[in-house]
């Protein structure tokens, strides 16, 4: 069993960032695929990126095509952490960030095993 929890949301003005972070505990780390969804009120969760680390310090690596290039994950397997930087936030990315991890490399929700209870970012214009 994983645990998952997530800190670093907060409100932030267009344009500019924020750095996520997700915690795990009860699992091997790093044979995990750790991957960032979000949330947003009234709209289906949706993939934001996600994370593979492979021996010989290989990182396979997703972004959803709405964050690409602003968003940046990146994972520590010393210290069981995810992050995702987030730049040049814009008002359609407030919603509530959830960190998930899987066993697979795999953008799609329901392959996801386990999940955080997610951090709200909120983006003012």
């Known amino acids: 069993q994983v645990q998952l929890v997530e800190s670093g949301g907060g409100l932030v003005q267009a344009g500019g960032s924020l750095r996520l972070s997700c915690v795990a505990s009860g699992g091997t780390f790093s044979t995990y695929v750790l991957g960032w969804f979000r949330q947003a009120p009234g709209k289906e969760r949706e993939f934001v990126a996600s994370?593979?680390?492979?021996?010989?310090?290989?990182?396979?690596?997703d972004y959803a095509a709405s964050v690409k290039g602003r968003f940046t994950i990146s994972r520590d397997n010393a210290k069981n952490t995810v992050f995702l930087q987030m730049n040049s936030l814009k008002p359609e990315d407030t919603a509530l960030y959830y960190c998930?991890?899987?066993?697979?490399?795999?953008?799609?929700?329901?392959?996801?095993?386990?999940w955080g209870q997610g951090t709200q970012v909120t983006v003012s214009s």
């Open positions: 994370i593979r680390w492979s021996a010989g310090n290989i990182y396979y690596i």
């Open positions: 998930a991890a899987a066993r697979i490399r795999t953008t799609m929700t329901f392959k996801y095993d386990y």
